[in-house]
């Protein structure tokens, strides 16, 4: 697992990280919601669209871990 965090895999895991929260946004429609947040401020739960983007977060992380993890085993 330490090994993800050394030079030349810590590149790859930030560029897939990107890659995915870019695609998750495109295929989404999450550029959409954006200024509807503006908008409807006052009437947004807060609290579910927190865990939802830190969710989002966090698959994110699991996912270039999950690929750098691969690429070094095989």
Known sequence: MKEIFK???IYW????????LILN????GFYNTIPLIAIYF??????KLGISLSLTLVIGF??????ILIYIKY
């Open 25 to 28: 946004i495109l295929l989404s």
């Open 7 to 9: 030079k030349p895999y």
């Open 42 to 47: 006052s009437s947004v739960n807060w609290f």
């Open 62 to 67: 699991l996912v270039s871990v999950n690929g």
């Open 13 to 20: 895991l930030i560029s897939i990280f990107i890659f995915y």
